[in-house]
């Protein structure tokens, strides 16, 4: 962090930094999730990581927390085998 002031944070970087620490830059994004970069004109853009696609998880409700919650017991074998039957129409 080369050209910043002594007010500056860890997440505050410079053009300059990108050109010359691009590892340390992206590192310090990774690590605080976004981070700010000056350039000489004094305008400031802020850059955070995407999120990874395969960390991403559908939003289905936690059933068994719910079942818990509501003091139902777990299905049997045979319970389970007689639903699916009773969903594929035999």
């Known amino acids: 962090m080369s050209d ?3 007010s500056s944070t860890a997440s ?3 053009v ?3 050109n ?3 590892a340390r830059v992206l590192e310090a994004c990774d690590r605080l999730g976004i ?4 350039s ?4 400031t853009y ?5 999120p990874d696609p395969k960390d991403e998880k559908p939003g289905y409700p936690d059933f068994a927390a719910r079942r818990k919650a509501m003091g139902m017991p777990k299905m049997t074998r045979l319970q389970r085998e007689t639903l699916d039957r009773l ?3 035999e």
Request: proline share 4%; aromatic share 4%; charged share 40%.
């Open 87 to 89: 969903i594929a129409g």
């Open 16 to 18: 300059r930094d990108l």
């Open 46 to 50: 802020e850059l955070r990581p995407q």
């Open 12 to 14: 505050d970087f410079t």
């Open 35 to 38: 981070i700010r970069i000056r």
């Open 20 to 22: 010359r620490q691009l």
């Open 40 to 43: 000489r004109k004094g305008r």
């Open 4 to 6: 910043m002031s002594a």
